[in-house]
Nanobody, 127 residues
């Protein structure tokens, strides 16, 4: 089992950057595929980005492609989400999620597949 804690959210202006971090407990974090999702009140949770166990494979939602970079450091048990050129529509609570997998290249985009979730971090983009 893994526990996830997000950090790095905040209030920024449109065009600014933020770097979100997801810190994981446990010694086997490198066995987990990780994804970032976001949710606005009243809407379904939305996929943002995902990264494979090894970090070699990544996948992005079209809405953030070119503005967001997901990366991981398995030695430090962290996954980061670098967000640049933030827009008003990026405002949401951002969650990281993890799934134990034997496939080192697997990226997962469906929220329902992930059994482990953090508590979320708020990102607010103002004009």
């Amino acid at each position: 089992q893994v526990q996830l804690v997000e950090s790095g959210g905040g209030l920024v202006q449109a065009g600014d950057s933020l770097r979100l971090s997801c810190a994981a407990s446990g010694r086997t974090f490198s066995s987990y595929a990780v994804g970032w999702f976001r949710q606005v009140p009243g809407k379904e949770r939305e996929f943002v980005a995902a990264i494979s166990r090894s970090g070699g494979n990544t996948y992005y939602a079209d809405s953030v492609k070119g503005r967001v970079t997901i990366s991981r450091d398995n030695a430090k048990n962290t996954v980061c989400l670098q967000m640049d050129s933030l827009r008003l529509e990026d405002t949401a609570v951002y969650y990281c999620a993890a799934d134990l997998t034997s496939n080192t290249r697997l990226v997962l985009t469906a929220s329902g597949i992930y059994p482990y979730w953090g508590q979320g971090t708020q990102v607010t983009v103002s004009s």
